[in-house]
């Protein structure tokens, strides 16, 4: 009934008493800013890990070498192990033969099993046409494994690899980078200039190139680095290693790759028993990704702890603020209450005035959330994500803070003797 | 004549706790009854309870026991919520520290009554400027309070006071922080409301002065009334003074000169305080 007046009221009495104003509100703006910043880089880097975690196959098993009592955090893709101070010899690393005895172990559950030998940079070059790679021997399987999206053309075969042929399947970042829009590259033979050699492969194929969020950053998109598939045979011949430090399975459908997971590294345990520095580990995607959600629970979850504790502060300070506001303001009180002005509506004035200190706390701390949300997602190079539920969620819980905290010295103020407020001095 | 109480007190008593064992009486047997329409001044020492009558009467307090009729309404036993709702419709307050809300102009001071009554905005606006102009500050009825003197807010407060048409005005010492020309300019709208709006008024004072121009003077001390005096005669020469000041503005002095004879009138009135029977004789000539 009166609730008009009384906003219009708290708003002039906390536009003249401004700085106590915002510090009364800040408990609220870091509890309510802080909760709309993590919700919305939570949110976007959620989503940019699930795409990026699927793009490399959330079924798929990866099983690497890795040094014994090397920490066994969540790993990662596999181009990021091995950059280990330590070096595994040529006898610690898995050969054709145990990945042939591996494959037939689980032959049952095994679909594929992606190989990969890394070779190194190189640069293809043709006059004045140029693409940077990253040369990768693979195998057929690790189309699956590696999740790769022809655009034109074949894979890799195990004919290829058999037959060491001399062929490669490029990226079209490469192929935009060498070849005019009208000339179809299958066919076409391209010379790559690794350190100290140079080799001429035939390309079959071509993969749709999609940059990574995780990725460095490059200046521009003719000089980044795009992987080039070429038969594992082909990589190992000038090589000294033969045998593998990594290796990708795609288990078949129906199959619990959890429980898989579990069987193969068990099966590595067995197999490098007697190795005193090295092991075989295996892990899978999906929980990676669980892992990360995991890890982003936690720091939510952390987050809200503190957002909880900011909250619980501010409306402390909001009630504080209150019953100062309340006792400054007894003669007024009485004056109100002589003039005729009921005990409801003493109280309703004073939470209604709680209630605008929060809600403007809250509404400054959206925004500002909102600032430290885009902030953090532009660091973290994902794509912002505002959740407007949550906005709406965070003002109404600002208010609801106000209603709580304001109720105590609302019904104090309600509740004093006219009398006694008239005569205070 | 014949007119019908807007104050009727019957055996009111006054008494406060201090401490267990301690009970003081400071309100002692009071009969009191004020018609529709008189100007009456309530003085007495200080703290002879003029303040705790004043309470009683604005229904801002409860009396120990006793019964209270205000405008016809028995009051006595009423719930909080009601003694709020007949302070605003039928009493008007006017302080001694005249008490506006701050940060809130002239006009919204005034509008605040009629706001507690539910009146919708557009009546309240109109009949606060109509007020502050009979108070004589139609001029700054946007100013703050801190804008104003302190004339000035008292006048504000009486346009407040008046704001819901009351059946009485009740006011504690309005004049007492004002000097005295600024005090007298006040007693002087009371006298103009009284006139011109037909007014019930019980004003409180420490000023025999401003006592002297009242229709009725009721001199309490120790919590009982000890004297009650018809001041027909003193009121009329205070109208006339009035009159005469309309005429010729320049005799400001006069009244002044001539209210120093009647307090010491007035003070010789004081030997007869003994005689009870005398408040009911002075009551009924009074009007
Ligand atoms: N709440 C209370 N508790 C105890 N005693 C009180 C209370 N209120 C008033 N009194 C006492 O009652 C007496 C009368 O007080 P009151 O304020 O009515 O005096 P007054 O006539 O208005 O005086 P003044 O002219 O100084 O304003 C005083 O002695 C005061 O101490
Ligand atoms: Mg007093």
């Keep these: 009934m009166f609730i008009k007046e009384n906003i219009l ?16 509100m800040l408990g609220i703006i870091i509890g309510i800013s802080s ?9 976007s880097l959620t989503a940019s890990f699930k795409t990026t975690m699927e793009n490399f196959g959330a079924s798929n098993i990866i099983i690497y070498v890795r040094e014994k009592g090397a920490p066994s955090d969540g790993g990662g893709p596999p181009s990021f192990i091995g950059s280990g101070a330590a070096t595994p010899s040529e006898s610690d690393l898995l050969s054709d033969d145990q990945i042939l005895a591996f494959e037939e172990h689980f032959a049952d559950r095994i679909k594929t099993i992606g190989l990969v030998h890394n070779v190194g940079a190189a640069k293809v070059q043709d006059g004045h046409l140029y693409a940077n790679v990253n040369v990768i021997g693979t195998n057929e399987g690790y189309k699956d494994t590696g999740n790769i999206k022809l655009t034109s053309g074949r894979y890799i075969t195990e004919k290829d690899v058999k037959s060491s042929r001399k062929v490669v399947v490029v990226s079209s970042q490469l192929v935009s980078n060498l070849f005019a829009p009208n000339v179809d590259p299958i066919g076409k033979e391209i010379k790559a200039y690794g350190t100290d050699s140079i080799d001429t492969y ?5 993969y749709k190139y999609e940059a990574s969020s995780f990725g460095p950053a490059i200046a521009s998109a003719k000089d980044t680095r795009t992987d080039f598939y070429i038969p594992v045979s082909v990589a190992k011949e000038t090589s000294v290693n033969k045998n593998y430090q990594s290796l990708t399975v795609t288990s078949k459908i129906d199959v619990d790759t959890t429980k898989f997971t579990a069987d193969i590294q068990t099966y590595m345990d067995k197999l490098y028993a007697n190795n005193v520095k090295w092991e075989g580990s295996a892990m899978n995607m999906e929980s990676t990704i669980s892992t990360m959600t995991t890890f982003l629970n936690t720091i939510s ?45 003493i109280k309703m004035q004073f939470i209604v005035e709680a209630v605008i200190i929060c809600v403007i706390g809250g509404i400054i701390g959206v925004i500002l959330g909102i600032i430290l949300g885009a902030v953090g997602s532009a660091i973290l190079k994902t794509a912002p994500s505002i959740s407007v539920p949550i906005i709406i969620i965070s003002v109404l819980f600002s208010m609801a803070i106000g209603i709580f905290f304001g109720y105590y010295p609302a019904s104090k103020a309600a509740n004093l003797d006219p009398i006694e407020a008239l005569r205070y001095e | 004549m014949n007119k019908e109480n807007i104050i009727d007190m019957k055996n009111i008593v006054k008494n406060f706790f201090i401490g267990t064992p301690n009970e003081v009486h400071i309100i002692k047997d009071i009969d009191l009854r004020v018609k529709k329409g008189e100007f009456v001044s309530i003085i007495g020492a200080s703290g002879s309870g003029k303040s705790t009558l004043m309470n009683i009467i604005g229904a801002l307090d409860r009396p120990t026991s006793g019964t209270y009729t205000l405008d016809g309404i028995p009051i006595e036993d009423m719930a909080d919520n009601e003694l709020s709702d007949v302070r605003n419709k039928k009493i008007g307050f006017v302080f001694q520290t005249f008490n506006l809300i701050p940060r809130n102009s002239a006009l919204k001071n005034v509008e605040l009554p ?24 139609g001029d700054r009825i946007h100013f703050m309070p801190n804008e104003l003197s302190g004339g000035q807010k008292q006048r504000v407060a009486i346009a407040r006071a008046l704001a819901n048409d009351p059946s009485i005005i009740l006011a504690d010492e309005p004049t007492g922080a004002l000097d005295s020309q600024t005090g007298h300019l006040v007693v002087d709208l009371f006298h103009k409301i009284h006139k011109q709006e037909g007014k019930t008024i019980v004003l409180i004072t420490h000023n025999k002065e401003l006592a002297s121009e009242t229709q ?9 009334i000890v004297n009650q005096k018809c001041n027909t005669a003193g009121f009329k020469r205070y109208q006339a003074g009035v009159d005469k000041h309309s005429v010729a503005e320049s005799e400001v002095e006069e009244p002044i000169l001539q209210s120093d004879e009647i307090s010491t009138g007035f003070e010789t009135g004081n030997d007869l305080e003994t005689g009870n029977d005398f408040e009911t004789e002075g009551e009924n000539q009074c009007l």
């Design chain 1, 9 to 24: 009221l708290a708003i002039a009495g906390l536009k003249s008493n401004k700085m106590r104003s915002l510090l009364t």
């Design chain 1, 35 to 43: 909760v709309i910043a993590i919700v919305s880089v939570g949110n």
């Design chain 1, 202 to 206: 035939m390309i079959v194929g071509v």
């Design chain 1, 301 to 345: 979850v952390g987050v809200a702890v503190i957002a909880a504790i900011s909250l619980l502060v501010g409306g402390i300070g909001v009630m504080n603020i209150m019953l100062v506001s309340v006792t400054e303001r007894t003669r007024e009180i009485g004056t109100r209450k002589a003039l005729g002005a009921r005990s409801s509506y």
């Design chain 2, 114 to 137: 009629m706001l507690y009554a539910g009146i919708d905005k557009k009546t309240r606006i109109d009949r606060a400027k109509y007020l502050l102009e009979l108070v004589g500050i």
């Design chain 2, 216 to 224: 009725r003077i009721i001199t309490l001390r120790d919590g009982q």
